[in-house]
């Protein structure tokens, strides 16, 4: 409809507070949807470091030493192409502390991606929550595999003990190994289940290549706590070094 001639239509006033705090919503708004883009790709990265390959099984030989235990070598028990995951934690003041190889994938809550060593095979570890459990923080090492898995010597020597594992009791063992190279030490290998019929007291054992045994399932009696990172349902060998007394 068409204004009457000589009369204007009063301008509308704008409002400088109404102005800011639609100004300040937009902002507001603007802040909220980066931060949700943060955490969308904070969690996207978090899950996928979780089941990342703890090694590359294509640079690792069979005897790939995971950690040193007051200077021994310590190979994987299980073959690099079966290992789910690897995490340390502690299981009591008489053991060792071990110095992992490779990535603590632990060391930064936030990143999750501190590298404390390089090495050709990718290791890659997680320092787990010690959970009530006293001693060091690397004292104890689980290497995750399915149940059934193959269960190898970490270290060259002789077997001195067999004896029934105490959370599995009768449905694995652990095996006591005293290593050539450092014979004031033992070596332990628990969870293994369906020992191998030539392992016994004063068998002599080689890294990488002696069959122990196999991974024993223990994941509905323990509900492992490496089930956290990885995949799987957590079963695992824990290996673990001692002095003699």
């Given at each position: 409809m068409p204004r009457p001639a000589g009369r204007r239509v009063p301008r509308r006033t704008r409002d400088p507070k109404v102005y800011r705090r639609r100004r300040l919503l937009a902002v507001g708004l603007a802040v909220l949807a980066a931060l949700a883009v943060v955490v969308a790709a904070f969690?996207?990265?978090?899950?996928a470091e979780n089941q990342a390959l703890p090694i590359d099984p294509n640079s690792a030989e069979t005897d790939t030493v995971l950690a040193e235990?007051?200077?021994l070598p310590i190979s994987s028990p299980v073959r690099p192409e079966e290992i789910t995951g690897l995490g340390y934690h502690p299981e009591g003041e008489s053991l060792i502390e071990m110095s992992p190889r490779g990535e603590n994938l632990s060391a930064n809550v936030f990143l999750g991606l501190v590298t404390t060593g390089s090495t050709p095979e990718k290791l890659r570890y997680h320092v787990m929550?010690?959970?009530?459990?006293l001693g060091s923080r690397t004292g104890a090492l689980d290497?995750?595999?399915?149940?059934?898995?193959?269960v190898y010597s970490p270290v060259n020597g002789t077997?001195?003990?067999?004896?029934?594992?105490?959370?599995?009791?009768d449905g694995a063992k652990v095996v006591e190994i005293k290593p050539v190279d450092a014979p004031d030490l033992r070596v332990s290998v628990s969870l293994v289940g369906d020992i191998d019929a030539e392992v016994g007291p004063k068998?002599?054992?080689t890294a990488g290549i002696t069959a122990l045994g196999s991974v024993a399932d223990s994941a509905e009696v323990?509900?492992?706590q490496l089930a956290e990172y990885t995949s799987g349902s957590g079963n695992h060998v824990t290996v673990s070094a001692s002095r003699v007394d």
């Open positions: 969690a996207q990265t978090s899950g235990a007051a200077g929550p010690p959970a009530s459990r290497v995750g595999a399915e149940a059934g898995t193959t077997v001195v003990a067999i004896r029934p594992d105490p959370v599995l009791q068998a002599p054992v323990l509900k492992p």
